[in-house]
């Protein structure tokens, strides 16, 4: 039972352009969703996040959106760089515990 | 540098061999978990540690053993190593509910 799911396993874009990942969840429990950003032979980092109060939360080039009644989530960069070209998790939280459910990532790969 | 600290960072194993990954976190918080990352299937939960003493099954518990030996270290143990458990290992900590900081990886491969 995948209750976070990135459906699109990777995407390419130009330099400059903007990049939109997206996220579903199927958990109406979940109440905090986070983007996790992975460089190969890392370990993810945190990018943003919003709670479910919230439709929209902004950070420089990084937006996150949040459409509760579809259950859906996007990543917004703008613009975007060759450096944010990495696997992008989306996670999510629910208010019973402190686990994040992550979903399958998405390798983002921004051409110069 | 603070953080989370794994060893070591590729092993080989034979299949039926154990090893035992180890972690540490010097940030002071109370969390730690085990995940594994699989082509396809993101970060899979195999075990937590809400707190010093007490650990719990994630999704995918199956083979494997932990042990949080004291607030800074919680280790993952594969008894019998299967084909299965090649993947990559990521082990995390958080205090507050929604900070993870992770370690960078230990990639295990099975033969």
């Known amino acids: 039972d995948q209750q976070v799911k990135q459906n699109s396993p990777s995407l390419s874009v130009q330099e400059g352009r903007i990049s939109i990942l997206n996220c579903d969840y199927t958990n109406s429990m979940f109440d905090y969703f986070l983007w996790y950003k992975k460089y190969p032979a890392e370990g993810p980092t945190f990018l943003i996040s919003i709670s479910s109060i919230k439709d929209k939360n902004e950070d420089g080039r990084f937006t996150v959106f949040l459409n509760k009644s579809a259950k859906h989530l996007s990543l917004h960069i703008v613009p975007s760089q060759p450096g944010d070209s990495a696997v992008y998790f989306c996670a999510a939280s629910a208010r019973s515990g402190s686990r994040l459910t992550f979903g399958e990532g998405t390798q983002l790969t921004v051409n110069p | 540098n603070a953080g989370v600290t794994q060893t070591p960072k590729f092993q080989v194993l034979k299949t039926g061999q154990s090893m035992t990954l180890q972690c540490a976190q010097d940030?002071?918080?109370?969390?730690m978990y085990w995940y594994r990352q699989d082509p396809g299937m993101g970060l899979r939960l195999i075990y937590y540690?809400?707190?010093?003493?007490?650990?719990d099954k994630g999704e995918v518990p199956n083979g494997y053993n932990v042990s949080r030996l004291n607030k800074r270290e919680f280790s993952l143990r594969l008894e019998s190593a299967a084909p299965s458990q090649t993947s990559v290992y990521f082990c995390?900590?958080?205090?507050?509910?929604?900070?993870?900081?992770f370690g960078s990886g230990t990639r295990l491969t099975v033969v």
């Open positions: 995390a900590s958080s205090e507050v509910r929604y900070g993870y900081t």
């Open positions: 940030m002071n918080h109370n969390s």
């Open positions: 540690s809400a707190s010093e003493g007490t650990t």
